[in-house]
């Protein structure tokens, strides 16, 4: 009758991975010292740098996945948006207050003198008391 029907949140859970806290190059070197023969040791050492590129290229087509507009938290930029931020029509619309007991007047007074300013803040006229 009056009942709503509460949205079910899809929850994925992720296991934690175990990982060797080592530096790739540090770890393929220990491994590769193990192997005797030399010309094992080099087919290893291919190996390694085939994986490497195997999995640097699955990254690089998932990152670029993710930049396709449509799968993305992002939406484009209208050329209303555009035109408003060129033309700098633009407001901060948030208050800003100098806290007054917090100013190091000397520091002030020292850097005002030796860099005198036009237009300077209105607050600047209080380092001199």
């Not at 994925?12 to 175990?18: D, I, N, T, V």
């Amino acid at each position: 009758m009056g009942w709503k029907k509460k949205k079910k949140k899809d929850i994925m859970r992720l296991e934690k991975e175990s990982v060797i806290p080592i530096l790739k190059p540090k770890l393929i070197s220990t491994l590769s010292n193990l192997i005797e023969n030399k010309a094992d040791r080099a087919e290893f050492a291919k190996f390694c740098q085939r994986v490497d590129s195997a999995v640097r290229a699955w990254y690089i087509l998932q990152f670029e996945d993710l930049m396709v507009m449509e799968k993305s938290n992002f939406k484009i930029t209208t050329d209303d948006e555009i035109y408003v931020a060129l033309a700098a029509q633009y407001r901060l619309n948030l208050p800003i207050k100098v806290d007054e007991s917090k100013l190091d007047r000397r520091l002030l007074t020292s850097y005002f003198a030796e860099n005198p300013h036009d237009n300077l803040p209105y607050f600047a006229d209080k380092v001199s008391n």
